[in-house]
């Protein structure tokens, strides 16, 4: 069973283009994110659901939208694709482990093309 | 801007040997201080953890030492073997929180 899973698992599309990812998560998590990787493996969180509600937006074009229609679900649509979108996008989730801390699971990634 | 600040960039160790990474953070708010472990075409996987009231947490072959003073740790992992290769992320919370802010990676090659 996938613990966190993300489809599709590659896109490659042209500049100007929309396109969305979708997440699920089996783990019954309360919180869900996406982060994006760039080429030099940088990973950024850009996202973060807590039971459907947006609590971590950072900096991002709002070309991104993010949407969690319920708390085991989190999809990313971008519009007006960008050659600098071109990334892996990790959808994750968490919650809060007996050592008091918040434990991240990734699924196993999204890539990205823009041509 | 960097919070947390990891070194080397690549490591290339011999099987057996000991690898070393090691990372810096700037804000002393920080108190939960996880690595995570990445493999080619997989997600990110957490590796061991540990807060800053201790000064080193072992867990098998991996050992994380924390010096709160000079805001530095760092992972040692004992007996590198070739299945170890990976990219290894530190990373760095408030209050164990939502906001993971990680460093930017380290890709360990542990040559057979």
């Known amino acids: 069973d996938t613990a966190v899973s993300q489809t599709p698992k590659y896109l490659v599309t042209q500049m100007g283009n929309d396109k969305s990812i979708k997440c699920e998560q089996n783990?019954?998590?309360?919180?869900m994110y996406w982060y994006k990787q760039d080429s030099k493996k940088f990973l950024k969180i850009m996202f973060s659901?807590?039971?459907?509600?947006?609590?971590i937006n950072e900096t991002v074009p709002n070309r991104f939208s993010p949407k969690s229609p319920d708390k085991a679900h989190l999809n990313l649509h971008i519009n007006s694709l960008e050659l600098g979108d071109s990334a892996v996008y990790f959808c994750?989730?968490?919650?809060?482990?007996?050592?008091?801390?918040?434990?991240?699971?990734f699924g196993a990634g999204s890539r990205l093309t823009v041509l | 801007q960097q919070q947390v600040k990891q070194s080397p960039q690549s490591l290339i160790v011999q099987k057996g040997g000991i690898s070393i990474i090691n990372c810096a953070y700037e804000?002393?708010?920080?108190?939960?201080f996880p690595w995570y472990q990445q493999f080619p075409g997989k997600g990110p996987a957490l590796l061991i953890a540990?807060?800053?009231?201790?000064s080193e947490k072992k867990e098998g072959r991996f050992t994380i030492s924390f010096n709160k003073s000079a805001k530095q740790f760092s992972l040692h992992i004992m007996d590198s073997q070739p299945g170890d290769s990976a990219t290894y992320f530190c990373?760095?919370?408030?209050?164990?929180?939502?906001?993971?802010?990680f460093g930017a990676g380290t890709r360990l090659f542990v040559k057979a």
């Open positions: 994750a989730s968490s919650t809060w482990e007996s050592s008091g801390a918040n434990v991240l699971t």
């Open positions: 783990l019954g998590h309360d919180t």
């Open positions: 659901y807590n039971n459907k509600e947006l609590i």
């Open positions: 804000n002393t708010a920080f108190d939960y």
């Open positions: 540990i807060r800053p009231d201790v």
């Open positions: 990373a760095a919370s408030i209050g164990g929180g939502f906001k993971t802010i």
